[in-house]
């Protein structure tokens, strides 16, 4: 079987309140995100988990502040010899537009997602504004859209597992890679989501959902079966991997 090597690439920014990720818990604190490509390295076939943004703001202080360099799609590629069209696969956590804005690049590709990630982004719910579906319009209509409504194998070494807790449709990629079993989670949060300040466990709390959640109790729950099956955590908006070409133990 397959071991693969992932390789975080920043193709955006967010600044927010960092209450955004972390539910009832640091309001009021300014935050930097990075928005990742990864690149899936093994295997015969080239595979992204998401395509980040297609204009991301590439500026000296959003680098300074992130620890990290931000690229655009076709640079991010780039640095590992890729051109877009290259891509065999791209598999995505979610479809919320930061998430799969260069799609449409990728000519060549099978694109994967849950099935109720494409019903949101043609139908959104008002609260849910980061559905945009111009950014999938061109991959549906050409046929590269894999619809996927369950937990299933993608290619030997790589399958995803439903995971509704920011989004209906969230799928968490499990890698295997040399250090285990790694998990790209399905959902927007950070390491200390996963692993929280002692005021948090101080209250029993032994992970910390998402700013933004389906069902903050099921999120809870799916967060702490996530955690105990993967050697490898990769929160989605981990900073500390903008740092990185390589995620630890890999």
């Known amino acids: 079987m397959s071991k693969y090597r992932i390789h975080p690439i920043v193709m955006g920014t967010k600044r927010f309140d960092k209450g955004m990720m972390t539910y009832q818990q640091g309001y009021g604190t300014p935050y930097i995100i990075p928005i990742y490509c990864w690149y899936l390295e093994g295997g015969d076939k080239k595979i992204l988990v998401d395509t980040g943004e297609m204009q991301p703001i590439i500026s000296e202080e959003r680098e300074r502040d992130l620890g990290g360099k931000i690229y655009t799609f076709e640079d991010g590629l780039a640095k590992y010899g890729l051109k877009p069209e290259d891509i065999d696969i791209v598999v995505h956590t979610h479809l919320h537009n930061d998430h799969c804005e260069?799609?449409?690049?990728?000519?060549?590709?099978?694109?994967?997602?849950?099935?109720?990630?494409?019903?949101?982004?043609?139908?959104?719910?008002?609260?849910?504004?980061?559905?945009?579906?111009?950014?999938?319009?061109?991959?549906?209509?050409?046929?590269?859209?894999?619809?996927?409504?369950?937990?299933?194998?993608?290619?030997?070494?790589?399958?995803?597992?439903?995971?509704?807790?920011?989004?209906?449709?969230?799928?968490?990629?499990?890698?295997?890679?040399?250090?285990?079993?790694?998990?790209?989670?399905?959902?927007?949060?950070?390491?200390?989501?996963?692993?929280?300040?002692?005021?948090?466990?101080?209250?029993?709390?032994?992970?910390?959902?998402?700013?933004?959640?389906?069902?903050?109790?099921?999120?809870?729950?799916?967060?702490?079966?996530?955690?105990?099956?993967?050697?490898?955590?990769?929160?989605?908006?981990?900073?500390?991997?903008?740092?990185?070409d390589t995620v630890e133990g890999t």
Not at 180 to 185: D, E, K
């Open 102 to 244: 260069n799609d449409y690049k990728c000519v060549n590709a099978k694109i994967y997602a849950h099935r109720k990630e494409l019903e949101h982004a043609h139908n959104p719910h008002p609260l849910d504004f980061r559905y945009l579906e111009d950014y999938i319009e061109d991959v549906e209509e050409n046929g590269q859209v894999e619809i996927v409504d369950a937990d299933c194998e993608i290619v030997p070494g790589i399958r995803v597992m439903h995971t509704p807790v920011h989004t209906e449709g969230g799928l968490t990629v499990l890698i295997d890679t040399e250090g285990g079993l790694a998990a790209i989670t399905g959902f927007c949060v950070i390491m200390e989501n996963f692993y929280p300040p002692l005021e948090v466990t101080g209250m029993e709390m032994e992970v910390i959902p998402p700013g933004t959640c389906v069902n903050t109790y099921k999120a809870y729950d799916i967060m702490l079966q996530v955690k105990s099956l993967a050697d490898i955590l990769i929160p989605l908006h981990e900073p500390s991997f903008a740092k990185v």
